[in-house]
């Protein structure tokens, strides 16, 4: 880690975005939202929200406070602000859920729950594009895989900003012409801008450092990764940009959309080729767990996107996209984001805790702080998981749907135990786990500061 100070609340963002993973697949198993109801009922958006603010945006905002500074090998801007970020956040993503509930008619209040979620998970998306956006222009010229994380970045702002318009409105604040068209249009450019864009390119960018890190691979800085940054960003710009100039305009934003998609689809082709030049030219001969899992999450992304040309070739995409948001989700973003928390937890857990020793006396490895072959079988049954779960919604079998949603659950409180176990350092032997001038690490959050 080159000296990059850990970050102090990283892991109190791990914590609470497994924890409203394991609320939100618990909701889908209790029967709320979609399938149970349309994709676009109050119910379901609250779980999308759950999901993608509560798991995955706080999951990635963990990640980038730690890792953004490992990637330019800078300090983060500033320490203090994670942890007023997260409060924000919260509470702000709190007052959004009953916002939607209160839309639904399960909450009956008059109290604003929209403007105050827009003003809330408003300064704390600010606050992360500020300390980020700060570190990172403080170290141009930027690598690769910072790049992609600025296109990241961008694409949150375009997503919090697109998100307020629509709380703005859905909370009676505003009535203007525009405003309401971007409301009742604008959905589609909001998805692609939070799960394409901001969720998606962002673990991009930090896949390459990441898997490249963690395999003993060498870095990519070639013309295929160039081309898959350019594209991606082409792609990002052409939906965003072009989607909100068709509902200014009022023509048809279909047209922006495809275009995107179809850029989009080079960009993922040429990110795959580059992952599978990584896996080809590691020096660690045996794929951990982690990597093994994070190549599964790639390939359902892959399948996914095949799944989705193959329903808009047949014309029933439309009728399926809740099939393809799910999958994007759960088969590749949170598959990922596990597979990826599963290493960085113990490899944080080993900075902070034996970091200040190395060298001074005996200390396990990190693979010592996991044991894989007890993890293995939660990520085998999340993964099979989902696809019965998304085979389900294909098929409408909500019996069957269910079944999914209840194994996915159990699997992700077994990762979440062994991910407390490597933090609680259970599987260290007892002879390595506290050698002199160490100390248990905190659960929630770090206190060491390495130099």
Not at 149 to 162: E, H, I, K, N, Q
């Amino acid at each position: 880690m080159g000296g990059v100070a850990l970050s102090r609340w990283t892991m109190s963002y791990f914590a609470t975005a497994v924890l409203a993973l394991i609320a939100a697949e618990a909701l889908m198993l209790a029967g709320f939202g979609y399938p149970h109801a349309p994709v676009a009922a109050p119910a379901s958006l609250l779980l999308v929200h759950l999901v993608a603010i509560g798991w995955l945006s706080l999951l990635m905002c963990g990640a980038l406070f730690q890792f953004v500074p490992v990637l330019v090998n800078r300090p983060l801007h500033s320490n203090m602000l994670p942890l007023p970020t997260l409060i924000l956040l919260l509470t702000g993503l709190i007052a959004l859920l009953f916002g939607f509930a209160q839309l639904g008619g399960t909450v009956r209040t008059s109290f604003g729950f929209f403007p105050a979620a827009a003003i809330l998970l408003g300064a704390g998306f600010v606050l992360v594009l500020w300390n980020l956006g700060c570190t990172l222009w403080a170290a141009r010229p930027l690598p690769l895989p910072a790049r992609f994380v600025v296109v990241g970045l961008c694409s949150l702002a375009a997503t919090v900003f697109l998100g307020i318009v629509f709380a703005l409105v859905l909370g009676g604040v505003t009535t203007q012409t525009h405003l309401l068209g971007v409301t009742a249009l604008g959905l589609p450019i909001h998805v692609i801008a939070g799960l394409g864009g901001w969720l998606t390119v962002t673990a991009v960018g930090v896949s390459y450092r990441l898997l490249a890190m963690f395999m003993l691979a060498p870095e990519l800085e070639g013309r295929s990764t160039r081309a898959a940054l350019y594209a991606g960003t082409t792609a990002l710009t052409v939906a965003i940009i072009g989607g909100m100039a068709a509902i200014c305009t009022m023509t048809n934003v279909t047209w922006p959309i495809a275009a995107a998609g179809l850029l989009g689809l080079l960009a993922l082709t040429l990110y795959v080729g580059d992952i599978q030049h990584l896996y080809r030219a590691r020096k660690r001969r045996v794929i951990e767990l982690n990597s093994r899992m994070a190549g599964l999450a790639l390939a359902n992304l892959a399948a996914t996107v095949i799944l989705g040309i193959a329903l808009l070739l047949a014309g029933h995409f439309n009728d399926h996209i809740g099939v393809i948001v799910f999958l994007v989700a759960f088969a590749w973003l949170s598959g990922f984001g596990l597979a990826k928390l599963y290493k960085i937890i113990a490899f944080l857990t080993w900075l902070e805790c034996y970091g200040p020793v190395l060298g001074k006396t005996a200390t396990p490895r990190v693979q010592d702080l996991v044991t894989e072959t007890r993890a293995q079988k939660w990520f085998a049954l999340y993964f099979v998981a989902v696809w019965i779960a998304a085979l389900a919604l294909l098929l409408t079998m909500p019996t069957l749907f269910r079944i999914g949603i209840g194994a996915m659950l159990f699997a992700t409180i077994g990762i979440g135990i062994q991910l407390m176990r490597t933090r609680r350092l259970a599987n260290v032997a007892p002879a390595l786990r506290l050698p002199k001038g160490t100390r248990p690490p905190h659960l929630l959050h770090s206190s060491v500061q390495p130099s």
